[in-house]
């Protein structure tokens, strides 16, 4: 029974010396494990070429996308300059258009002036100065300055050089002491609109 003690006792020592052994080289092979491993130059060549890569990819990504947005710029620009261009035709169209119908409607007005105008050298001389005369040469002066306000102005014509753009010969004849080319009697009266001649002067020329 003395032996059988003795080897128990001697068990436990052994298992007493396992459970206290130090546990160091597992924790160093632990730690070896987290340690992050220790890069080959191969490797680190290849990282900083795909790093590059991608860089030159993105550049080149970029570039493209600014072509693209500069080309939707200019074509921008173009719309509106082609816009601003078709909207100044369109206004100088309907200038051109507005000046037509004002010279027309006063080109037929006309006739009325030179109604008038025959009309007051018709007028008796004991008739003038009577109210229903006055009311005549009333509407006359009313409705020339009315065309006057759109731009209308007389010709111009007797004891003027003959001017062929704003003259129109019907007849000449030798006048004594009256200059060669000079305008000496006036059948009708001509008009100007604005800068243009809208009626010439139907005019006798001194030979």
Avoid: C
Avoid at 61 to 81: C, H, I, P, T, V
Avoid at 115 to 125: G, H, L
Avoid at 128 to 157: C, D, H, M, N, Q
């Amino acid at each position: 029974m003395t032996e059988e003690v003795l080897m128990t006792q001697e068990a436990r020592n052994e298992q007493e010396m396992e459970n206290t052994q130090p546990v160091e080289p597992e924790l160093e092979k632990a730690q070896a494990d987290n340690e992050p491993m220790e890069m080959t130059e191969p490797v680190v060549e290849e990282i900083e070429a795909a790093e590059a890569s991608a860089q030159a990819d993105l550049e080149q990504q970029l570039q493209q996308e600014r072509e693209k947005a500069q080309g939707l710029l200019d074509e921008l620009k173009r719309e509106r300059a082609s816009f601003i261009n078709y909207r100044r035709r369109i206004e100088q169209e309907k200038e051109s258009w507005s000046r037509e119908a004002t010279a027309s409607l006063i080109y037929n007005l006309l006739s009325v002036l030179d109604d008038f105008e025959r009309a007051k050298k018709a007028i008796p001389e004991e008739f003038k100065g009577s109210p229903w005369v006055e009311g005549l040469l009333l509407v006359e002066r009313k409705l020339f300055s009315t065309l006057e306000l759109a731009g209308l102005k007389p010709i111009e014509a007797v004891g003027k050089p003959f001017d062929p753009n704003i003259h129109e010969a019907v007849s000449t004849e030798p006048v004594e002491g009256v200059e060669h080319g000079t305008v000496v009697e006036e059948y009708r009266k001509g008009y100007m609109l604005g800068d243009r001649v809208l009626r010439p002067s139907m005019v006798k020329v001194a030979q």
